[in-house]
């Protein structure tokens, strides 16, 4: 895991660790540390299943085109020059908001 980081270095470092943080500040970064890395697999897992809803909610619409018979271009925010204006637009299109 740590290549070819021996035992030597290790002990090394938690003694480096030790002395910088103190004994009492040790359980405290752990369990920072251990929230961190809890935290970012729990995002990682949430965006792979919100991917995965995505992917199943576009199969199971029958007129949907896939994404690459779009060429992987979505639409344009309304608004946007070549859009027709917010009267003109289907129901359903949020209206852009009037300054």
Not at 23 to 35: D, H, M, R, V
């Amino acid at each position: 895991m740590f290549g070819s980081m021996g035992i030597t270095e290790l002990v090394l470092i938690l003694f480096i660790v030790l002395i910088i943080f103190g004994a009492g500040k040790l359980p405290q970064l752990g369990e920072g540390l251990g929230k961190a890395i809890k935290g970012f697999k729990k995002s990682v897992h949430e965006a792979d299943a919100i991917e995965l809803e995505a992917q199943q909610a576009q199969g199971q619409q029958p007129g949907a085109p896939p994404a690459s018979e779009t060429g992987g271009q979505s639409a344009p925010p309304p608004g946007a020059p070549g859009t027709p204006p917010p009267s003109q637009q289907p129901p359903g299109v949020p209206q852009p908001p009037k300054v």
